[in-house]
């Protein structure tokens, strides 16, 4: 007898923690699930035969995400997908797909994104890679020079560093728009607590004026987001540079944005762009061209803060 499809439920609760706490290294999956209210119905599940536990599980987050020209359209997210190790290898994933992408279609959602390491099993339910690039090099040294002051961020920046984002991505391709909850729950999840970004204050009148998060990761800095005037960008870059010098890191990584390019040479010594194609769509009510159009748009970015 094969595995059974449906609907999750809220008596599945405990049993999705455990199998993402089995398969992820990450507490905040289950944190983030919660922040759909029709989350339930957004999760299918493959019920094992004898109906005692679940093998496999599949997201469906709803999101506006900005097209090719700005504007918001419903997309349906793929997230949190894991098989328990004893039941891969049975196709659970590719039907568990099935189910979302129906839902998604019924629910008027123009196309679907996922991220994803092992492409080849989203490939054979109808999504396709997009190509997505990094800028890369080693760390420079510091300039001395900064057009702002920079400190760390703290709780009390919230409704202005949200301002910050709105603005610097309020027509850019493949940008979510940020809930309040988004900011409460999702991105605190995927890059910590507010005092591990910084910002960048006018000396003059206190209001920020960027915003940054750097995370250290190996030997590297990791530039996950920043926002801000094209000056404060320079700035917050050469203030992670620092940060990261004076943790021993030599290496930095960052998306490509608008404005990255000027600021470059405050970051780094040499620099390499490095394109990845873990990014992957699928149409659905939108037309494939219209797809290809937005994650392919010059300044296209989808934030890891926005990570289903």
Known sequence: MSAVIRTATPADDPALAALWRRCFDAPHIAALHTLDPERHRHTFVAENAEGDGIDAVVVYVPRLIRDAAGTPQRVGGIGSVATRPEARGQGLIRRLLVAAEHTMTAEQCAWSLLFTGTPGVYRSSGWQEFAVTYTEGTLAPSSGRDAFPVREATAQDAVEVAALHHAYNANRPLSSLRAP??????????????????????????????????????????????????????????????????????????????????ALPALLADARQVTEHVGMAR????????????????????WYGDCF
């Open 283 to 302: 149409p659905l009510h939108a037309t494939a061209e219209s797809v290809r159009a937005t994650v392919t748009a010059p300044g296209a970015v989808h």
């Open 181 to 262: 909850e988004d900011w409460a729950v999702r991105v605190p999840a995927w890059y910590g607590a507010a005092e591990r970004s910084l910002v960048a204050v006018d000396p003059a009148s206190g209001a920020l004026t960027g915003w940054i998060v750097a995370q250290h990761a190996g030997d590297r800095v990791e530039v996950r987001e920043f926002a801000g005037a094209a000056g404060s960008l320079e700035t917050l870059l050469a203030a992670a540079g620092s940060r990261g010098r004076a943790a021993g890191l030599t290496r930095v990584r960052l998306p490509d944005a608008p404005g990255v390019a000027a």
